[in-house]
């Protein structure tokens, strides 16, 4: 969740955490589980990119088979440190402060299982062409976990729904000191880069589903889409106070539903089914 040029916070980490869990697509792990039980009799090794406070590890390494090691990586050395504290019972873990995007097929010998979370749109078309190449070479799994898509449905709707969603999706495809994000476009290219090594990917949807019980994550939510779209289009903010005012109101009500659409990826070298 920490990449190159963003930036989190563990409270925003703690809010996400259980939408996040509740969205990620258990098939993808019920076919990574046969698939590692097939390949794996000793402990495995688990390699989460980007792993922010470790979220993906509590939520993924009581469905996956065995013993396993956790080798967390992420550029904030804050977040590691809570990460590698809060890891599941049994599970051990060290942390890799430092560039995930650095990461080639050497460095992943031995590693089973390489995962991350809502990371994959903070990165390039050249880091998830390296990415796969080394997953790939390395013959190791991959489960990429909440990527966005750029589908966003507001209920009930608003007329400036679509511009504000257009400038968010457009933002997150902006240029960061010289690097060109993914954004929305990440699951498709990442499937690509995949194909290109020899490597199938199973794809599926991973929506966030929020509603009246999630108002204090759909406040933020919103106060972030809207700032983001309008960075990208400035135009936008004599829009944007009385909006938020409208969707804030219909959520105090309880009447605002938020669907987010992600996906997720699973890549397997060999048969994935």
Known sequence: ?????????????????????????????DRLYKWLEDRYGGPLVVRDLGCGTGSMARWLARRLPGPQHWILHDRDPGLLVQAVVDMPAGVTAEPRPGDLTSLDAAQLAGTSVVTASALLDLLTADEVERLAAACATAGCATLLALSVTGSVLLTPGDPLDALFAAAFDAHQRRTVDGRRLLGPDAAPAVAAAFGRHGVSVVRAPSPWRLGPADGPLIEQWLRGWLAAACEHRPALVAEAEAYLRRRLAAANRGDLRVVVGHADLLALPGNPS
């Open 1 to 29: 969740m920490s990449a190159p040029g963003a930036q989190v916070t563990p409270e925003w980490l703690a809010l996400r955490e259980s939408a996040d869990a509740a969205a990620r697509a258990t098939d993808l792990v």
